[in-house]
Structure formats: structure tokens, C-alpha cells
């Protein structure tokens, strides 16, 4: 049974950094696009970030573009999401997802329903 588990959450101010993990269980986590969300009460979730299966390439949502970088290592089995220069419409939880190619996969995947593994989640909080 595959699993994410998000850390690295919490409160910061506007204009400080956090760097989210999502450390996930399996062997063939390096086979895997894998993608950040994130989601603010009665809001869908939205798209955030994606990083193909080798860490080659990688897709943002605009309003995240040169603030947040996506990276990953197989080694660790682990996707990071390091966040700078944040402001206080960052604050949501954020979730890391995988896309499984043995269900299909093509990148950049910016719909949640094409994910096939998700996290709980952890909840990054911005103060103004």
C-alpha cells in the first residue's frame, strides 16, 4: 500500500521561507510524476507544482513561478517543495500526490483527478 507523508508545515510571515517534504513508501516511487496541491476552506484544490519521475523537469502554477521550486530524490524516496518569498495567499494545506504510469500518466498533470496517491496533508500558515 503506497503512502505520503507530508512535514514541514506551519505558521511563517510574509516574505519568510518553509520547506515542505513528502517522503512516500514503495519501490517504485521513481517511476512517479509527482505534484504539490494545496487547498483553503471552500475552495477547490488547486495545482501547485509538478516534477516528472526523474527530476528533470518541472511545471509551476503561475502565481507560485519564481518563489516555490519542486525537487525530488529517488534515493530518499522523498519530493520537496521549498517555498520563498511567501505571502499570506499562500496559506492553505498542501498535499503531495503521485501519478502512477501504470494508470496512465502524461506531464504537466495540473488535474487532481488524474493523481492516483495522495497525502493527508500539512498546513502552511502566513502571517501579513
Known amino acids: 500500500q503506497v503512502q505520503l507523508v507530508e512535514s514541514g508545515g506551519g505558521l511563517e510571515q510574509a516574505g519568510g521561507s518553509l520547506r515542505l517534504s513528502c517522503a512516500a513508501s514503495?519501490?517504485?516511487?521513481?517511476?512517479?510524476?509527482m505534484g504539490w496541491f494545496r487547498q483553503t476552506p471552500g475552495k477547490e484544490r488547486e495545482f501547485v507544482a509538478e516534477?516528472?519521475?526523474?527530476?528533470?523537469?518541472?511545471y509551476y502554477t503561475d502565481s507560485v513561478k519564481g518563489r516555490f521550486t519542486i525537487s525530488r530524490d529517488n534515493a530518499k524516496n522523498t519530493v520537496f517543495l521549498q517555498m520563498n518569498s511567501l505571502k499570506p495567499e499562500d496559506t492553505a494545506v498542501y498535499t503531495c500526490?503521485?501519478?502512477?504510469?501504470?494508470?496512465?500518466?502524461?506531464?504537466?498533470?495540473?488535474?487532481?483527478?488524474?493523481?492516483?496517491?495522495w497525502g493527508q496533508g500539512t498546513q502552511v500558515t502566513v502571517s501579513s
Open positions: 500526490a503521485a501519478d502512477d504510469p501504470k494508470y496512465g500518466s502524461s506531464f504537466p498533470e495540473t488535474q487532481k483527478s488524474e493523481y492516483d496517491y
Open positions: 516534477i516528472n519521475w526523474s527530476g528533470g523537469t518541472t
Open positions: 514503495g519501490r517504485a516511487f521513481g517511476k512517479w510524476n
